[in-house]
């Protein structure tokens, strides 16, 4: 009841947000019969509109925003079935489910779910998107602005594009040459007192995924993240044993059963869910539990925008082991504008939101101005 009537979920809208040439923030709104509405993002690189968002819908129009396990039961075997566009539309609307709840309670997620371990969350500045130069000097110059901006964790991928076998061993060593001397002018450009990530983005097989990460062990990483398919877990266990840093992986995996294998401390050390993509927040929290038995932290993929950055902030809020919380920085200025309030970080910490739901609303001048 909220009201003196039952609170109940009428409708949905979406707004895709252009971000860059093939990048969109695709956020996700429900509205009530009350007027309460709630947000959650479905971002899918250059998607515009994500057809899977109805079928989630119709699982809780007409229904009550609060029944969240009530549309979770109803929505994971959709999810699973349909891949990763599905599992997608499935968590955004559990975020939006979640922001609603918390307004309607007067209360933020992360106290619904118990309440927080921390109000202030360690994040790392993933410096990729924003780097159109791919070269040694484009990667130095975007992690020395991040750096100036007060970030000591950086991550990018500087193996992306890495070539098919099929263009021979020649065109792989080239790559492999490349992306290691942006490692190397990325460290020379900040120091050694920082913090440095490199996604490897599933390129590698067993060898080359060793053979990188010793070439690399000059240049102090941090951790080493997705050299190869994560879901083939005994190669990933085969390259933990044999390379010197952490591991990490597991962006694209939805639900406690696609990271049960991956957490356990011989295969990762860091398992990754994405709040937007592994099945919402409370999923998140499934997860985050089973890598604590396995002795493994969680550190949330969140390569997205502000939307499903605040949801993830109020998974951070409340998870033992958490590790960090991935940012898209430096893609476009206006970024941090997108909400109210705004998303603020300083010094690498972001502020968990301590408003109702999420924390936040939209800034419905700067979605309008941007619309794709």
Known sequence: MYGGSPL??????????RVGPRHVWLIVRLTTNKGLAGLG?????PVTRLDELDDFFRLVEGGSPLEIRKYRARARD?????????????SAVEQALWDITGKALDAPVHVLLGGAVRTRVPVYANINLMTTDRSPVGFARSVAKAAEAGFSIFKAAPFDG??????????????????????????EAVGEDVSIRVDCHRY???????????????YVLDWFEEPTDPTDAVTTARIKAAIPQ?????????????????????VLDVVMPDIMHCGGILEGHRIAAAAAAGGVLVSPHNACGPVATAAAAQFAAGTENFDSLELQWGQVPWRSDLTDPPERVRAGILEVPAGPGLGIDLNNSLVTEHLA
């Open 8 to 17: 109940l979920v009428v409708g949905m809208e979406t707004a895709p947000i």
């Open 41 to 45: 993002e479905a971002s899918l690189g």
């Open 246 to 266: 952490r591991l990490a992986g597991g962006e694209l995996l939805f639900g406690v059963e696609g990271f049960a294998p991956l957490c356990r401390r011989d």
């Open 204 to 218: 590698f097989g067993f060898e080359r995924a060793v053979d990188t990460a010793l070439r690399l062990e000059p």
């Open 162 to 187: 890495f070539p098919p076998a099929a263009e021979g061993a020649e065109a792989a060593q080239r790559a492999a040459d490349l992306g290691i001397d942006c490692v190397q002018a990325m460290r």
């Open 78 to 90: 959709l999810a699973a079935r349909g891949g990763l566009r599905a599992q997608t539309a499935m």
